[in-house]
């Protein structure tokens, strides 16, 4: 896969785009082969884990395919503070960190275009078990502590070829990703699968959200890269987008509550939501709008090479050639399939559908409530812009922090006892508290 990428990007005359700077694909190619680079990742040998911490998302493409080229094993970061870094990584054994962080002093100095990047090597020892080992990527977190998942080669390679063929990329598409580099979907499901078609491609990560609606205009956007949480937040706007042809929104089940507005916005557009995670590099089934089971909110049918099935507590299981090795730490999976915490059911066409968490029944006050009702009920009368479920050291299940976007006589009382009500929850279990940092029009409540 990696000579395809390099192949398109030394001959086809397409572009990457990061804010103003817009940099060929050809350029790339030059730089990827540049005797300064070369010198510059001299120190870095085969199989040895590479941490990239770069802000720049041109640099860090150039940065991963030549490390992919070079057979290391690449953990992706972004823009993580040195020292937290360090701190995270200090169980793990981690060769080298490359940082465009510009307070540290190191002898291993390289330039590319205009950011200066530092190489830091932390340790010599070599883990010779990480055969077919590729990336190294921490779980998001939302629904327990993060784990470090091991993805082979074949893992990504495999998910990258299926996601294409289920976008039916054109030529002159040009996509726009919204998510940091470090997510899954965002370095696996969009920036290589738009290298490996060969596409036009705009970071739009760290811009105010304001903007996108312009610089989808402008740029003349094809292709919108998003999650359920973006589209939460772009519904509020009063905009249409007629040059967006596909809309993709990744991770979790689509955002229906806001279906009618995003249709408005993108009335051209087809819609497909994926689902997965980390462990699925980072999919194992989609859905298109199209689909009459899309708007019974189904997550759709199994990607090719993944086949599913039901436990006999009514978890998803899945298995295939997308599947991760395992957790860096600890044992390789020894059973073919992996099972998930999402309660499913399946119809006799093979349509997944989500019925809830199990470890999202939790006990508060005594009472069984699950989280994932309380986050549907709540999109029904608010705007939400986050749901997180905190956890401890443990594992183990400890608060919910939603952030919702509000209007200036938003009644915290009334909120607060509908949600009791609803979900039998003491009163003394509820918390409003207003973000006054930020002006009226923009202000937050977190509950």
Same mark, same amino acid.
């Not at 738009?194 to 705009?202: D, F, Q, R, T």
């Not at 709540?378 to 749901?387: G, L, M, N, V």
């Given at each position: 896969?990696?000579?395809?990428?390099?192949?398109?990007?030394?001959?086809?005359?397409?572009?990457?785009?990061?804010?103003?700077?817009?940099?060929?694909?050809?350029?790339?190619?030059?730089?990827?082969?540049?005797?300064?680079?070369?010198?510059?990742?001299?120190?870095?040998?085969?199989?040895?884990?590479?941490?990239?911490?770069?802000?720049?998302?041109?640099?860090?493409?150039?940065?991963?395919?030549?490390?992919?080229?070079?057979?290391?094993?690449?953990?992706?970061?972004?823009?993580?503070?040195?020292?937290?870094?360090?701190?995270?990584?200090?169980?793990?054994?981690?060769?080298?960190?490359?940082?465009?962080?510009?307070?540290?002093?190191?002898?291993?100095?390289?330039?590319?275009?205009?950011?200066?990047?530092?190489?830091?090597?932390?340790?010599?020892?070599?883990?010779?078990?990480?055969?077919?080992?590729?990336?190294?990527?921490?779980?998001?977190?939302?629904?327990?502590?993060?784990?470090?998942?091991?993805?082979?080669?074949?893992?990504?390679?495999?998910?990258?070829?299926?996601?294409?063929?289920?976008?039916?990329?054109?030529?002159?598409?040009?996509?726009?990703?919204?998510?940091?580099?470090?997510?899954?979907?965002?370095?696996?499901?969009?920036?290589?699968?738009?290298?490996?078609?060969?596409?036009?491609?705009?970071?739009?990560?760290?811009?105010?959200?304001?903007?996108?609606?312009?610089?989808?205009?402008?740029?003349?956007?094809?292709?919108?890269?998003?999650?359920?949480?973006?589209?939460?937040?772009?519904?509020?706007?009063?905009?249409?987008?007629?040059?967006?042809?596909?809309?993709?929104?990744?991770?979790?089940?689509?955002?229906?509550?806001?279906?009618?507005?995003?249709?408005?916005?993108?009335?051209?557009?087809?819609?497909?939501?994926?689902?997965?995670?980390?462990?699925?590099?980072?999919?194992?089934?989609?859905?298109?709008?199209?689909?009459?089971?899309?708007?019974?909110?189904?997550?759709?049918?199994?990607?090719?090479?993944?086949? +599913?099935? =039901?436990? %006999? !507590? /009514?978890?998803?299981?899945?298995? *295939?050639?997308?599947?991760?090795?395992?957790? &860096?730490?600890? $044992?390789?999976?020894?059973?073919?399939?992996?099972?998930?915490?999402?309660? +499913?059911? =399946?119809? %006799? !066409? /093979?349509?997944?559908?989500?019925? *809830?968490?199990?470890?999202?029944?939790?006990? &508060?006050?005594? $009472?069984?409530?699950?989280?994932?009702?309380?986050?549907?009920?709540?999109?029904?009368?608010?705007?939400?812009?986050?749901?997180?479920?905190?956890?401890?050291?443990?594992?183990?299940?400890?608060?919910?922090?939603? $952030?919702?976007?509000?209007?200036?006589?938003?009644?915290?009382?009334?909120?607060?006892?509908?949600?009791?009500?609803?979900?039998?929850?003491?009163?003394?279990?509820?918390?409003?508290?207003?973000?006054?940092?930020?002006?009226?029009?923009?202000?937050?409540?977190?509950?």
């Amino acid at each position: 896969m990696i000579k395809t990428i390099l192949e398109n990007l030394k001959h086809k005359n397409n572009f990457i785009k990061d804010s103003e700077k817009v940099i060929p694909f050809k350029e790339i190619y030059e730089e990827l082969y540049s005797n300064k680079l070369e010198m510059f990742l001299d120190s870095i040998k085969e199989r040895e884990v590479v941490v990239l911490n770069i802000k720049d998302h041109i640099t860090y493409t150039i940065l991963f395919l030549k490390l992919w080229e070079k057979g290391s094993i690449i953990l992706p970061a972004n823009s993580w503070e040195y020292d937290a870094l360090t701190n995270i990584l200090k169980t793990y054994t981690i060769n080298h960190i490359i940082t465009d962080n510009n307070n540290l002093s190191t002898k291993q100095q390289f330039e590319i275009f205009d950011n200066r990047l530092n190489l830091v090597t932390l340790s010599q020892k070599f883990n010779t078990t990480a055969k077919d080992d590729f990336l190294y990527m921490f779980t998001s977190g939302t629904t327990s502590v993060p784990k470090l998942v091991r993805l082979s080669y074949t893992n990504v390679e495999h998910n990258v070829k299926e996601i294409k063929i289920s976008l039916k990329i054109e030529k002159n598409d040009y996509g726009l990703i919204m998510l940091p580099l470090e997510h899954g979907y965002a370095l696996i499901g969009q920036l290589l699968v738009s290298l490996y078609a060969g596409v036009n491609i705009y970071f739009f990560y760290n811009r105010p959200i304001n903007q996108l609606f312009n610089i989808i205009a402008c740029e003349k956007i094809t292709i919108l890269w998003t999650v359920a949480l973006y589209l939460r937040m772009i519904s509020i706007f009063k905009k249409e987008s007629p040059t967006v042809r596909l809309l993709s929104t990744a991770g979790a089940k689509f955002p229906f509550e806001v279906y009618n507005k995003v249709k408005k916005m993108f009335p051209y557009a087809i819609i497909i939501n994926n689902y997965g995670g980390t462990e699925a590099s980072p999919r194992i089934s989609y859905i298109y709008d199209t689909d009459a089971k899309f708007l019974k909110e189904s997550i759709g049918k199994p990607i090719g090479g993944t086949e +599913v099935k =039901i436990t %006999e !507590d /009514g978890k998803l299981a899945y298995r *295939g050639k997308g599947i991760m090795i395992g957790y &860096l730490n600890q $044992k390789e999976r020894k059973d073919d399939y992996f099972v998930t915490n999402d309660l +499913v059911s =399946i119809d %006799e !066409d /093979g349509y997944i559908f989500l019925k *809830g968490r199990a470890d999202e029944n939790i006990n &508060l006050g005594g $009472k069984k409530v699950n989280l994932n009702a309380i986050r549907d009920y709540i999109s029904k009368i608010k705007s939400i812009e986050s749901f997180e479920c905190k956890y401890n050291e443990n594992g183990n299940f400890e608060k919910i922090d939603i $952030k919702l976007r509000i209007s200036e006589n938003f009644d915290n009382k009334f909120f607060l006892e509908e949600i009791s009500k609803t979900f039998n929850i003491g009163i003394s279990f509820l918390n409003v508290i207003v973000d006054e940092t930020l002006p009226i029009y923009n202000r937050i409540k977190k509950s």
